[in-house]
């Protein structure tokens, strides 16, 4: 499932879901990758909800911070 990290909330990783609603708040010592907000992942739990595996996806990443600053760039301009 791909997933979004939106924030760090004391010691949890908050993640929105990208295919409609939904968020996961999991404990950061799951993750055996370093994250940051904004990063975009694919992820799978356990049935107990135990994360099992998360995957760093880079090029959606960097596309989503490059759309994001361009449209930042845009908005200043109206100014």
């Known amino acids: 499932m791909k997933v979004t990290v939106n924030r760090f909330e004391e010691g949890l990783v ?5 295919e409609g609603v939904g968020a996961y708040d999991v404990p950061h010592e ?3 990758i370093e994250v ?3 990063d975009v992942l694919d ?5 107990d909800g135990r994360l099992r ?9 960097r596309a ?7 449209l ?8």
């Open 30 to 32: 799951y993750f055996s």
């Open 53 to 61: 595996k998360a995957v760093f996806l880079e090029e959606e990443t």
């Open 72 to 79: 930042m760039a845009k908005l200043k301009k109206k100014k």
């Open 14 to 18: 908050v993640l929105i879901k990208d």
């Open 43 to 47: 992820v799978e739990f356990e049935s």
């Open 36 to 38: 940051h907000e904004g």
């Open 64 to 70: 989503r911070r490059e759309r994001a600053a361009y």
